[in-house]
């Protein structure tokens, strides 16, 4: 199973060289600090302005067919816009909205496809509800469940850590179906219950839905046969794309600290010059390095079997490892002032426990390789 | 160099051809335990043993391929060496030993030299017909190299040496050094008066010492220089400019500029040996395999290994390190050197008991290898700049972190 011989190659495509230029400049116009600190506090979810750009930037059709009015192009594109935004702590829809379209392609039927595909490249939002109350993350075992009544769904459950779900148009939603998992697609006028969750990334607009009561004519399902597919799908590639959120972070991390030890001093130096915070922060730097290539060799992977799932969970582990090494010596190293809310660190090592709850820690992921490599 | 690259299906060709001459032509288990890298070339029958093979596979034409043929290479595609080189690596083959010559000396002269430098040393660090050796460290200045005080008085045109260098692999059986030697001791920089030398080993006034180390073998030496004249002929660069020389060799030996002979230098360890040592070792009645705490430590290592593998793919997309772009090239040896000491240390710690035998003892797992290269490991954490001097490298030029 182990062929240490075989040499790794990462291939980078001038789309996403493009595109990852693009959307770096983008970033650090759009969300500065101050900015991203605005919109922790700020009322609406988004803001309307922004998203409308990045939707006219075609950020949201990237991996949706053009037939559907996409760019044609794959997951590994998307990496190249969201490791960026994961450098500035963006906190957007597009991770959800780009998953629920992934979603759709994978198990939805011909009319939800052509229904919703469209409108999400045009900037409509979507999201996945797929966690649970339990806190596990496996995706084909929900608690929530659906009976059927002649042509009628009804619901019942809990469904959390929703993103952005105030401001979809749409969820798709796990539940048991005659026993097996099913997935199925609630627009938001059928929604009832759905309230704001208080998480630990200030960043993220989550919430909690309750489906008790909810009923759906049976063309909200997906299709069943390919449920299983689609949870699999799901899972690496929200995988792949928080490692390119977490890559960016602890690059952001990263920078937060190095600019602190270059400007602050005590005993007449540079806190920089002291190797007990010089030599952890070429740590940080080198995990770093080690997990963004990861990121991209994943990205060049995704979707290849074994190969594509093997390089997913060496990215989610390598990204998360880094992520939150780095935001953890931030704080550290920012002293006293680390230990306020004004201090930038919390804010990525926020993101960095996020990060990791989502969709399987380091360790979970190491589980899921030694299965398939030992 | 050749001037068109090779099609796809011609490197596939040659790959079979390389593959098939090393299974044909791999020499025979001498008898004795071979070293993994020239650092730890201890005796003289593993010098004949080594310098016999890295000879064979150069008149097969399979060293130095894209060096000018001028001086002895193939004038042959880069693409083709890395063909044999991987080659070497993955049936496990014994390693070059001219290993200064092959990898720093030589891309150094064939950069720098001059044209009879170029005529008079490249071929012989082909054949291995000349060894060489580096006089680098000192036994006062180790890390800060640019310290270095050997004494190279001028005297005409000759140069008087005087002092004593240290950790000179394969100092018995050079032929020539590179030297890096205090020309002028009064300048207010200390760089400034530092001159690089190109030296022959077997003159009078030098004498090589062994070293015993900690694995209890031979291998380093300490060369001592009194009153050993060298012509000025022998300088490469300007005197007074060694310092530039110095760091250019140092950019080849760590392997952050391309430019090397090939053939690999060193028998690195891969994770998926001690995958095998796992599963014949026990824990508690069982395999220490199904042991989770093992197998969590395994997946790090199998990782961290592919992350070297894959920092090289990406070192050679320009649009995926932008922001720094010296990044990859400089933290490989400081992350590759790690590695290998951790790697050994764990594949101690799964032999149990075992663990606490050493090379010589029959019930040694694998003759004593793991005990022994872990030992051997801290040459690469050492040499060619200590890990921490490495930390400190790269925080100050990667992260522009301030010196003091």
């Known amino acids: 199973m182990l062929d240490t011989n075989k040499k790794p190659t990462i291939l980078f495509s001038d789309e996403q060289e493009q595109l990852l230029e693009v959307a770096t400049n983008f970033c650090r116009d759009k969300f500065p600090m101050n900015e991203t600190r605005k919109r922790i506090e700020a009322k609406e979810d988004l803001s309307q302005a922004l998203w409308d750009e990045m939707a006219s930037l075609g950020w949201l059709g990237i991996a949706i067919p053009e037939e559907f009015g996409g760019s044609g192009l794959t997951l590994a594109e998307v990496v190249t ?8 702590l963006a906190g957007t829809p597009v991770v959800a909205t780009t998953l629920a379209a992934q979603a759709l392609l994978v198990a939805g039927t011909s009319a939800q ?4 595909l469209p409108k999400i490249c045009e900037g409509t939002i979507a999201t996945l509800a797929l966690s649970e109350p339990s806190g596990d993350w496996t995706l084909n075992a929900p608690d929530a469940t659906a009976t059927r009544s002649d042509d009628t769904l009804t619901l019942k459950g809990t469904k959390t850590f929703v993103t952005d779900a ?3 148009a749409f969820i798709i939603a796990s539940v048991k179906l005659d026993g097996k998992a099913a997935l199925v697609l609630i627009e938001r006028a059928s929604l009832k219950n759905v309230t704001r969750e208080i998480v630990i990334d200030e960043t993220r607009r989550s919430y909690r839905i309750i489906l008790d009561g909810i009923t759906l004519p049976a063309s909200a399902l997906l299709d069943m046969t390919k449920t299983e597919s689609a949870l699999a799908h799901i899972d690496l590639a929200a995988c792949l794309l928080l490692s390119a959120e977490a890559c960016g972070g602890a690059n952001g991390a990263i920078n937060v600290i190095v600019e602190y030890l270059k400007t602050r001093k005590q005993f007449e130096r540079y806190i920089g010059s002291y190797q007990a915070l010089k030599h952890p922060t070429v740590d940080a730097l080198l995990a770093m390095e080690a997990a963004r290539s990861h990121l991209y060799y994943a990205a060049t992977m995704f979707g290849q079997s074994v190969e594509g799932e093997v390089a997913v969970r060496m990215a989610k582990a390598t990204s998360s490892d880094a992520l939150s090494f780095a935001s953890d010596r931030a704080i550290q190293f920012h002293g006293g002032f680390g230990f306020t809310y004004d201090c930038d660190a919390q804010l990525y090592r926020r993101r960095g426990i996020w990060c990791e709850a989502q969709f399987g820690d380091a360790s979970h992921h190491r589980a899921k390789l030694a299965e398939m490599l030992l | 160099m050749s001037t068109s690259a090779p099609s796809p299906a011609e490197l596939d060709n040659f790959r079979r051809e390389v593959a098939d001459w090393f299974t044909k032509n791999k020499p025979k288990d001498p008898g004795f335990l071979l070293p993994q890298s020239f650092m730890e070339v201890g005796t003289d029958e593993q010098f004949y043993f080594l310098r016999d093979w890295q000879k064979k596979i150069y008149e097969a034409g399979y060293l130095g391929m894209a060096w000018p043929k001028e001086y002895g290479g193939g004038g042959k595609p880069q693409a083709l060496q890395d063909i044999v080189t991987r080659e070497m690596v993955k049936q496990k083959l014994p390693f070059m030993t001219n290993t200064i010559g092959l990898n720093w000396a030589g891309p150094l002269i064939l950069n720098m030299g001059t044209e009879e430098q170029k005529k008079a040393y490249i071929p012989g660090i082909l054949s291995a017909d000349d060894i060489w050796c580096q006089g680098f460290s000192e036994p006062d200045h180790g890390s800060d190299l640019g310290n270095a005080q050997l004494k190279a008085t001028r005297d005409g045109n000759e140069f008087v040496l005087n002092g004593s260098k240290i950790w000179t692999s394969l100092g018995r059986h050079a032929k020539y050094m590179i030297l890096l030697a205090r020309t002028n001791p009064n300048t207010n920089n200390k760089y400034e008066g530092l001159s690089f030398f190109l030296i022959p080993m077997k003159i009078p006034g030098i004498e090589v010492q062994p070293i015993k180390k900690l694995t209890g073998e ?6 001592f220089f009194t009153d050993a004249r060298i012509s000025e002929s022998c300088l490469i660069g300007k005197e007074g400019g060694g310092w530039a020389v110095a760091l250019a060799t140092l950019a080849f030996e760590r392997g952050a500029v391309g430019g090397q002979a090939g053939g690999h230098s060193m028998m690195s360890k891969h994770v998926s040996e001690v995958v095998t040592l796992a599963k014949t070792a026990k824990r508690n009645g069982k395999p220490a395999i199904e042991d989770p705490v093992i197998r969590d430590r395994l997946l790090q290592f199998i990782i961290e290994e592919r992350s070297q593998a894959l920092n090289m793919s990406r070192g050679r997309i320009k649009a995926l390190n932008q922001e720094r772009p010296g990044s990859l090239a400089m933290s490989g040896k400081l992350a590759g050197s790690e590695y290998q000491r951790r790697l050994n240390q764990f594949a101690l710690s799964l032999q149990g008991a075992n663990a606490a035998y050493y ?22 954490t050492i040499g060619g700049g200590t890990s921490e001097v490495q930390h400190n490298i790269i925080g100050e030029r990667v992260l522009g972190l301030p010196k003091s």
């Open chain 2, 218 to 223: 031979y291998g380093f030496n300490q060369t």
């Open chain 1, 166 to 168: 105030a401001s979809a």
């Open chain 1, 81 to 88: 816009v969201v490791e960026p935004m994961g450098e500035y």
């Open chain 2, 359 to 380: 090379v010589g003892d029959p019930l040694a797992i694998d003759g004593g290898l793991w005990q022994r290269s872990y030992f051997n490991a801290f040459s690469a």
């Open chain 1, 113 to 116: 496809k052509e229904t919703w």
